[in-house]
């Protein structure tokens, strides 16, 4: 098959679990253009994984709910030596998690390539650290992160510096049921991005004055 142009062997249309991406997994499919490996069970990537796909310019990990963000760094360390146009990594995390934080390393890489177009739908994303959005490549224009659980953050005003031109955050702060059965993992979540965010407090003078016990009062 050393001429296929595009491989998809998503579960979301079938039977299909890869737990561990290897250099050698796709390696007899150098050639391809589109790879579709969505909901397939993927746990891990190992470095290497698609930096031989000179061609590859469509790459969707989407529904591998155990990959995270920290495994995404690992899919992101190789796009530089590709021709990654559209990246989609949809509903990366589990539905019932605490919510993610997005931090500069797990798109750094990404500023090396020409892409177009990222989607990450579904994600419990709450916060952006401050630069991810401006060290995106200057070729993306269209960003989809619907169905999220965004707060207020420096990251907002990122986008100013930007040249995208479509963004897609509907959908925000979704409804879900507990009744949705998700995948168990095989390893634990070790990123930084997957902590729980505790809200600060600080220590309300105002109410001292008129009571012997002060009272703490969340910060907005």
Do not use: W
Request: net charge negative; with cysteine; charged share 25%.
């Amino acid at each position: 098959m050393s001429h296929l142009e595009t491989l998809d062997v998503s579960g979301s249309s079938g039977q299909c679990s890869i737990h561990t991406v290897k250099p050698d997994t796709f390696r007899s499919v150098p050639t391809i253009n589109e790879l579709d490996i969505s909901a397939c069970k993927v746990n891990y990537v190992h470095n290497g994984s698609f930096s031989f796909m000179k061609n590859l310019s469509i790459l969707d990990v989407s529904f591998n709910i155990c990959l995270r963000f920290d495994g995404l760094e690992n899919v992101t360390i190789d796009l530089p030596f590709t021709s990654i146009k559209i990246l989609k990594f949809n509903k990366i995390h589990k539905t019932f998690q605490m919510n993610t934080k997005i931090l500069k390393q797990h798109l750094l890489h990404l500023n090396y390539t020409n892409l177009e177009e990222l989607h990450g739908d579904s994600n419990r994303i709450q916060l952006i650290e401050e630069g991810t959005i401006q060290q995106l490549p200057a070729s993306i224009r269209k960003l989809f992160v619907s169905d999220n659980e965004f707060s207020y953050g420096q990251y907002i005003f990122d986008f100013i510096t930007t040249q995208i031109e479509f963004v897609n955050a509907s959908f925000l702060f979704n409804s879900r049921r507990d009744k949705e059965r998700e995948e168990k993992c095989d390893r634990p979540d070790e990123s930084s991005c997957n902590k729980v965010f505790k809200p600060n407090y600080v220590f309300d003078e105002t109410i001292s004055r008129f009571s012997t016990a002060g009272r703490l009062l969340p910060l907005p």
